[in-house]
C-alpha cells in the first residue's frame, strides 16, 4: 500500500508546469506512471488537504482510492481557463467518476471545487478535517492487516471496469502538447504569469476565479 | 452556449403530447435534435424550475448541464403510468447518468421526484431558488470568457463516455411508438384525458400521484 | 413483482457459509439465479434492514431495486478479510453500481457500512425506518396498478446497461472457489470460526470489526 499526502497545507499537489518555458524533468512519462499505479497490486490512496488542479487533480485520480478533507481540499481542471484543455487524463476519468453532464460542467466552467467533489463521485469521500488522519489510519491498518494474495487478486479483477482506455489516455496527451502552441494559449498563459501562474500566492491559491478573469 | 429555461413557474418542459391523436408538428425528429445537441461544439445547458417530465424530462438529459431550483424543480418519467414506455432516450439516458438500479425505480415506479434528483444524478446540482440564478450568470460568465477552441476540443474529447448509442435511441423510439397503440395504452390515455392531461390544472400538476390511480 | 425482507431484525441475509466444511446445498447456482432475478419480467426489490454482508450483499445487489433503512441497514463485503475474494458478482457489480475507486474502498477495506451506502449508490436510497414501510408499500402498490407488458418492456430496454458480463461472473466464482483452499485463507476462517463465524453474536454482528483482528 501506497499513500500520498502533501506536507503543504495550501497544497496537495499544484498543477502540470505549464508556466515554464520547458520541463526541468524532460520529456514527462506521466499516462505510464499513472497506469502503472493503477495496474499495480499495490493499493494506492490519495490523502487529500490543499488544492489538486490540473495535473494533481489528475494524479488524485489515478489513485485507487481518494480521501480528502471536508474544510481543506479543493479541487479544479482549471486548463480550459488557460486557453488549453487538461491532458494527464481528466477527459478520461472524470466522465467515469462523475458521469458526462458533471465532467462537463467542471471542465468548461473549470472553476475551484470544495468538498463537495465528493457528492459528484470525484473523491471516494469528504472527512471533517478533524477525523480525516483517524480515519486513514484505520483504514491503512486495516489493509495492512490482509493477506497481500486477496488484496492483489481483488484489486485485479475490480480493475477492468471504470479504468481509462490507454489509447485515448496518449492521443489526449497529444492533444493537449497542441494546445500549448496555440495562440490564444500563449496570450492567456503570458497574461497569467504576469499575475502570478507559477509562484505561491494570490493567483495560484484561487486560480478558479482569476482563469475567468484573463 | 445555449442555456434553455421557461417562463411557465411551474412547468420547464411538460411531456410529449400523447394526449393529442396526432402530433400538430408532423413526424418528430426528436432523437436526431437530441444527439445534435450532444455532437454540438456549443454548450448546452437546462436551468430548471417547474416540471420536467416526459420528453421535458428527455430533452433536459439531451442538453450537456442541468442546473435545477432546489424547492422549484419536479422530474418525472410518467410513461409506464400510461400503459406506455419512455421514448425521446430516458430508457437509455437514464441508467448512464443514475445508473440500472435508480433508472428501473423512476421508471417502473413513475412517480415524481424533487430535486433529491440530485442525489441520483439525474441533474448536475439542486441550488436554493434564490441563487440558482446567480449561480448560473457565474457559470455562463466564466464559459463566455474562454477560447472556443479550448472549449470545444475539450466537450469534443469529453463527448464518447457517457453518451448513449443512437441505433438504440431510434429502436426505443419505434418501440414507444407501437407502445402508443396498445390497448390498454389506450384505455390509460383516455382515462387520463377524462381526468385533465394536456390540460393545465391538477391532474398536469401531479402526474405522478395520477397516474397510479387510472 | 418480489420483495424481499428479512424476519431477523439483525440481518437482512448474512454471508454464504464459507464457515461450513461443505454447502448443505450441494453446488450451489447463485450465478444463474442473481441473472435470472435480472433478466425476469418481474421487477425485484430488496427491502433491507440489518446486515447484507458477502452473498447476503450481492444478492441484494442482484435484485432490481434497494430501499434500505436508515438506521438498521448494514452493508459489507468482509471476503478480503477472510483471506478471500467476493465471489457472488461483488466484484462485478459493485464498480457498475459505485464507480472503480469506491468499489475498491469498500472490498479492500473489507469494513462495514452503515446507510451511507446510499451516497455511494450501492443502494437506490436509505430511508428513516419509520417510514420505510410506508415508502415501499406505495412503490409496490404503484408497479402493482400499472400494465404488466409496459413495465416488462421498459424493464427489458433499461437491462442491458449496468449489467454485469455472465462469462467474468462466472469466472469470478471459479477464483473465489480457489480462494478457499489457500493457506491463508484456511488459517483466517479457522481463527474466525473459532471467534463466533457462523453463529449468532458478537463476532457476526461486527464482522467488520472483527476481520481486520484475526
Not at 164 to 177: D, I, K, W
Request: aromatic fraction near 8%; include cysteine.
Amino acid at each position: 500500500m501506497v499513500t500520498f499526502q502533501s506536507a503543504n497545507p495550501d497544497y496537495f499537489l499544484a498543477h502540470y508546469g505549464v508556466g515554464e518555458s520547458s520541463s526541468r524533468f524532460g520529456k514527462p512519462r506521466w499516462i505510464e506512471a499513472a497506469t502503472r499505479l493503477a495496474m499495480s497490486k499495490t493499493l494506492s490512496v490519495a490523502i487529500i488537504r490543499g488544492r489538486a488542479r490540473g495535473g494533481g487533480s489528475e494524479f488524485a485520480m489515478a489513485c485507487d482510492v481518494r480521501f480528502a478533507s471536508r474544510e481543506k481540499a479543493i479541487f479544479g481542471q482549471p486548463e480550459v481557463g488557460f486557453g488549453l484543455i487538461p491532458g494527464g487524463g481528466a477527459l478520461e476519468r472524470l466522465p467515469l467518476l462523475v458521469g458526462r453532464s458533471r465532467a462537463i460542467e467542471i471542465v468548461l466552467g473549470a472553476d475551484d471545487f470544495d468538498a463537495m467533489a465528493e457528492r459528484y463521485g470525484w473523491i471516494n469521500r469528504a472527512i471533517p478535517d478533524a477525523d480525516l488522519d483517524g480515519f486513514v489510519a484505520n483504514f491503512v491498518r486495516r489493509v495492512l492487516s490482509f493477506d497481500s494474495q486477496a488484496l492483489s487478486t481483488a484489486k485485479a479483477i475490480l480493475n477492468p471496469t471504470g479504468l481509462p482506455n490507454e489509447v485515448q489516455l496518449r492521443s489526449t496527451q497529444a492533444s493537449f502538447g497542441a494546445t500549448l502552441r496555440w495562440p490564444e494559449a500563449l496570450q492567456r498563459m503570458a497574461k497569467s504569469r504576469e499575475r502570478g501562474l507559477g509562484v505561491a500566492g494570490e493567483f495560484e491559491l484561487n486560480i478558479g476565479r482569476h482563469v475567468a478573469d484573463l
